[in-house]
């Protein structure tokens, strides 16, 4: 499903509605939540809602359990840490036990990061994971979580969750693997901004003449995938694939 919203607020407003939702659904048929969290700029409004009323009170949070789908290789205290930045956004004003958070840790290199979070997720899970609900964003580049244009961990399909460098500079990161993604019982995109125009057309209106994009490795085997787009990401899709 493909909805289109006037702008970044309307799509986290939106999207804090069905966060609550499959809250719900998932609680009512198993009496708890998974989902795993995504960085960047349209997230942290979605946590910026969740925090808010009605969903503050509404949501029963000792039943929700949060991952991470990726972070980038910084002390959980560095303004570049998606665990901070949920915290501030939302974790610190919401009643979920902390006993519920599962950030990726900080440990002594990426790669170790990664193999204790994998330790961490099949604890959780067992066998197969299974998120409720995956938030996932999109980069211009067609990346999605910390899978890169050009990395192995596109290629992975055993580990669950595998460090990688980015091209270019910034810290190493590490993220959930497509076999982990694709296990979710639902996908949310959230992609807003007109930097994100062509990959969005090139992704929903199939019209990619280039190498295949990372974000269209997210097949899931069973679940559903929702877009959740402003009008500036929609910008360059036709009439028929938007809503
Ligand atoms: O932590 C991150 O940054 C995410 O891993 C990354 O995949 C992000 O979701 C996209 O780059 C889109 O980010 P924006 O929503 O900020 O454009």
Redesign the pocket.
């Known amino acids: 499903m493909i909805r289109i919203f006037d702008d970044p607020t309307s799509v986290a407003v939106a999207a804090a509605g069905l966060f609550a939702e499959a809250a719900a659904a998932a609680m009512q048929s198993k009496g708890s939540f998974y989902a795993a969290l ?7 409004r979605l946590y910026e809602e969740l925090a808010k009323q009605p969903w503050r009170d509404k949501i029963a949070w000792e039943k929700v359990f949060l991952f991470w ?4 290789y910084v002390a959980p205290t560095d303004p570049l840490s ?1 665990q901070k ?1 949920t915290r501030e956004a939302l974790l610190n004003h919401v009643p979920i036990p902390p006993a519920n958070l599962f950030p990726i840790p900080f440990a002594a290199s990426a790669g170790e990061s990664a193999s204790l979070y994998e330790t961490t997720l099949r604890t959780f899970f067992g066998a197969e994971p299974r998120f409720d609900l995956m938030l ?5 580049d067609g ?5 890169f244009p050009g990395t192995a961990a596109l290629a992975e399909t055993n580990r669950w969750v595998c460090p990688c460098r980015p091209q270019g500079t910034g810290p190493d ?1 590490i ?1 959930l693997t497509f076999p982990v993604i694709n296990r979710s019982a639902a996908i949310l995109f ?4 007109r ?2 125009a062509p990959v969005i057309e090139a992704v929903l209106d199939k019209k990619n003449n280039q190498a295949a994009l990372p974000v269209q490795q997210v097949q899931p085997v069973q679940g559903q995938i929702t877009w959740f787009l402003d009008k500036m990401a929609a910008g360059h899709l036709s009439p028929a694939t938007g809503s």
Do not use: C, F, I, Y
């Open positions: 995504s960085g960047g700029s349209t997230p942290r789908g990726d972070e980038r998606n930045m996932l964003g999109l980069g211009a990346h999605t979580a910390s899978l990161r993220t959230l992609v807003t901004g930097d994100k």
